[in-house]
């Protein structure tokens, strides 16, 4: 197809689509991907017969398209929560604020090492704030011992919990009523 549409009205076409494909995030990726296709083929043919302004009006709402699309896909019922992307999400933010950890200890200590390869006292690194607790460090001759702190803060575990909620989409899990009567009141 070639674009003989100006740049103007390709870029209302283009926001279009990716709003149309931000609702159909419950879609799988491959029907995503075809659904986005075929809307932007449709709106730029549309857009070559009556003109874009025209095209995008009778399109009408992005919002209840793809309500309609993802109910042809899963029926009336709403999607379920993706419980597998919050356990995924979850294990994926433990593991990298373990290792971010891990990391500035690690530097800390080479630090202190590098300052005095013979370091002997304590000394006491006051890691990230808001994120992670401080550590102590007790050094005889160059050799390090770490003990006290080191620990998520309660930063940590609500931004955890917050993400894990968000990525797995578990407010879905909420009692079906409550979604029903806002729905209710939105008609």
Do not use: C
């Not at 799988?28 to 986005?36: D, E, F, L, Y």
């Not at 005889?140 to 011992?145: E, P, V």
């Amino acid at each position: 197809m070639t674009n003989s549409l100006p740049w103007t009205d390709q870029l209302r076409i283009e926001r279009v689509v990716w709003t149309f494909d931000h609702h159909l995030q419950d879609l799988p990726w491959r029907s995503r991907t075809a659904r986005r296709r075929e809307l932007r083929g449709n709106l730029h043919d549309a857009a070559a017969d009556v003109g874009t302004a025209t095209a995008l009006r009778r399109l009408g709402s992005v919002r209840r398209l793809a309500a309609e699309y993802l109910a042809a896909e899963y029926g009336e019922s709403q999607p379920r929560p993706a419980w597998s992307a919050g356990a995924v999400f979850l294990l994926a933010a433990v593991v990298f604020l373990t290792w971010l950890h891990d990391a500035g200890a690690a530097g800390y200590r080479a630090g202190v090492l590098a300052a005095d390869p013979h370091a002997t006292g304590t000394f006491h690194w006051s890691a990230v704030a808001y994120v992670f607790d401080g550590m102590t460090f007790t050094f005889a001759d160059g050799k390090s011992t770490s003990t006290l702190g080191g620990a998520f803060t309660p930063v940590d575990y609500l931004g955890l919990a917050v993400g894990t909620v968000l990525f797995g989409r578990l407010w879905r899990a909420l009692p079906q009523q409550r979604r029903r009567s806002r729905a209710a009141v939105q008609e």
